[in-house]
């Protein structure tokens, strides 16, 4: 199996005998080893995929569902409108920062463990903030839970990446994308019915109890999925077993903790500062979330304030966003997969990383039509149907192209899927978090459609270059990152 490959690849003799004369390598015990992730039947990859997916969607709903409460939330706790869109977007921020750390960590520890940690901060933290009465811990509560929810960006690809071959990997990443994309219309319009007819604090119970109950799925039903920590612990156990020098590759050359730790927790950072596909990627996926971001953070403000309705009525508009997102996931995983199948006839079986990338050519070209659909359409004070078949382009743009470019990176970094994905999530969050802050103001000096005419240039200017220049140059940039 491929996994096994890639860790007798990494073993050197002399490394393995300056530890021990009689060490035994530790690997799957056959191409069919039933603890291989890779090898576990297609009902148990796929209730991995919902459940990990389940952890998405709270993570969505928690940045999307506050925006329709942001003005309650800051009269009650006497702040200004600035400091309760911080409370939004501070949240964002925290994704950025967060998978730097926890994806070397799932690298040692292993998938599961990060992943249980980072639930129970989050629902510790956003629960505080349901009880918060000052602006500091409402602020504080929402960065640290949005680290703890930063878990699902960090190892839920991974998690994804340990169970499916690369033939079935686009739609694997597709299919498990999609409960998430829930997250964007269930929680505004969640939001808006409770800032209507409850209390805004019970936004942070709901999830927190909802978050809980996925926990306790995760801790009893999901086990370890990461290759390399499933086999040092099958090492350990043969030691201890056996008295005998069971270890795997990775053990012998760095068989200490701290060791591991030191290298791995710098990996992201240096992936992201010497790699240049993943500086490509980077900006690409960050144009796009910033863009997307901007859309969320302002549309509910489109229809209470243009379209004159009530914030449930505006909070059931980003179903719109979640069909568009939804047709991309669908459509895009499939044909992410026929592409690749398609090339890897054409070549004879050979493969690269680079044929992932024809996809995010759509999907570039998707979100600025989708952008110029819904602004001009909201200029107009057109019919409703009109600017939401807009915004469903755009979602759908931004699910395809996306796809492929993660797909890509997880090519590209075998080895080390999670922290290659953290390096390009850095940027990505930053600009989430960065855009929201200037679209109002964007939107009230030029207006919904020359506003929207803005975001779609720097759309193509970013997003379609980008695609052409991984397709004709990503192997010889591969190298050079070498």
């Known amino acids: 199996m491929r996994d096994a490959s890639v860790i007798e690849k990494g073993v050197k003799e002399p490394e393995i005998s300056t530890v021990a004369t009689d060490v035994k390598i530790v690997s799957w ?75 070397p960590l799932s690298e040692v520890f292993g998938r599961r463990l990060v992943w249980i940690g980072g639930s129970a901060c989050y629902v510790l933290w956003n629960a505080l903030c349901g009880v918060s009465n000052n602006r500091g811990l409402m602020i504080t509560g929402r960065f640290m839970a949005g680290i703890g929810a930063s878990a699902e960006f960090a190892v839920s690809r991974p998690i994804m990446n340990d169970c499916w071959s690369a033939d079935e990997r686009g739609k694997s990443f597709a299919i498990s994308a999609f409960i998430p994309l829930l997250g964007p219309a269930i929680g505004p319009i969640l939001g808006g019915l409770m800032v209507q007819e409850v209390n805004w604090r019970w936004l942070f119970y709901v999830l927190s109890i909802f978050d809980t109950f996925i926990l306790i799925l995760f801790i009893f039903f999901l086990p370890e999925t990461h290759a390399q920590t499933i086999l040092s612990r099958k090492a350990a156990a043969l030691r201890k077993e056996t008295g005998e020098a069971y270890y795997t590759p990775e053990n012998l050359v760095s068989p200490r903790i701290t060791e591991r730790l030191k290298v791995g927790l710098v990996r992201p950072f240096r992936l992201l500062f010497t790699q240049p596909v993943i500086q490509v990627v980077a900006l690409i996926l960050a144009i796009q979330f910033g863009l997307l971001y901007i859309v969320h953070s302002t549309f ?68 600025p039509i989708g952008l110029l ?101 990503g192997e010889k940039l591969r190298a050079k990152g070498k």
């Open 373 to 473: 659909w819904y602004g001009w359409a909201a200029e107009q004070k057109l019919h409703w149907i009109v600017p939401d078949v807009g915004i469903a382009i755009f979602g759908c743009g931004y699910i395809v192209g996306g796809t492929a470019a993660q797909a890509y990176i997880v090519e590209a970094f075998l080895d080390h899927t999670a922290s290659a994905g953290a390096a390009t999530q850095l940027l990505r969050n930053v600009f989430a978090f960065a855009f929201p802050i200037w679209g109002p103001t964007l939107y009230s000096r030029l207006g919904y459609g020359w506003g929207d005419t803005v975001m779609a240039v720097i759309g193509i200017c970013f997003g379609i270059p980008g695609p052409f220049i991984l397709w004709k140059y």
């Open 300 to 367: 509910a403000t489109l229809w209470t304030t243009r379209y004159k309705q009530t914030p449930a009525m505006s909070g059931l508009h980003y179903i719109a966003i979640v069909i568009g997102c939804t047709i991309g996931s669908v459509v895009g995983g499939w044909a992410t997969d026929r592409v690749w199948a398609r090339l890897k006839k054409k070549h004879e079986g050979w493969t690269r990383p680079e044929n992932r990338v024809p996809l995010i050519v759509p999907g570039a070209i998707m979100m």
């Open 29 to 103: 015990d056959s191409p069919s080893d039933p603890l291989n992730p890779m090898n576990w039947s297609q009902k148990r990859k796929w209730a991995t995929a919902i459940l990990t997916s389940l952890g998405g969607l709270v993570t969505l709903m928690s940045g999307a569902m506050l925006a329709p409460a942001l003005g309650v939330i800051g009269h009650d706790l006497k702040i200004s409108e600035a400091e309760a869109s911080l409370a939004l977007s501070i949240y964002i921020l925290a994704f950025a920062f967060g998978p730097m750390v926890l994806a």
